[in-house]
């Protein structure tokens, strides 16, 4: 069992980065691959990048590629989001998630065994 608190959530402006923090108990979070997903208002969860176990293979979607970039601190049972240049229709809710192996097909809220409470990031205009 995973427990995953994100954190560092918050209201910019558009253009402004910010850091998202998600630190995991229980398990140690070397044990998982993990996982960012977001959740707009009436929108479906979607995928945003993954981390495989030691931190050595990243992957993202097209829509964050080059702005967004997913680390982890295995030491620190932590997984980071470091978000660039956001933009205002980048406005959700963030969740991380865990799951065994890295898999770049694994892209769906089904591929992910334990999440987060999610915190709010709100981009402005």
Same mark, same amino acid.
Not at 34 to 61: C, H, L, N
Not at 63 to 71: A, E, L, N, Y
């Given at each position: 069992?995973?427990?995953?608190?994100?954190?560092?959530?918050?209201?910019?402006?558009?253009?402004?980065?910010?850091?998202?923090?998600?630190?995991?108990?229980?398990?140690?979070?070397?044990?998982?691959a993990? +996982?960012? $997903?977001?959740?707009?208002?009436? %929108?479906?969860?979607? $995928?945003?990048?993954?981390?495989?176990?030691? +931190?050595?293979?990243?992957?993202? !979607?097209?829509?964050? %590629? +080059?702005?967004?970039?997913?680390?982890?601190?295995?030491? %620190?049972?932590?997984?980071?989001?470091?978000?660039?240049?956001?933009?205002?229709?980048?406005? !959700?809710? =963030? =969740?991380?998630?865990?799951?065994?192996? $890295?898999?770049?097909?694994?892209?769906?809220?089904?591929?992910?065994k =334990?999440?987060?409470?999610?915190?709010?990031?709100t981009?402005?205009?």
């Amino acid at each position: 069992q995973v427990q995953l608190v994100e954190s560092g959530g918050g209201l910019v402006q558009a253009g402004d980065s910010l850091r998202l923090s998600c630190a995991a108990s229980g398990r140690t979070l070397s044990s998982h691959a993990m +996982g960012w $997903f977001r959740q707009a208002p009436r %929108k479906e969860r979607e $995928f945003v990048a993954m981390i495989d176990r030691r +931190g050595s293979t990243t992957y993202y !979607a097209d829509s964050v %590629k +080059g702005r967004f970039t997913i680390s982890r601190d295995n030491a %620190k049972n932590t997984v980071y989001l470091q978000m660039n240049s956001l933009e205002p229709g980048e406005t !959700a809710v =963030y =969740y991380c998630a865990a799951r065994d192996w $890295f898999r770049t097909t694994a892209t769906s809220v089904e591929d992910y065994k =334990y999440w987060g409470q999610g915190t709010q990031v709100t981009v402005s205009s």
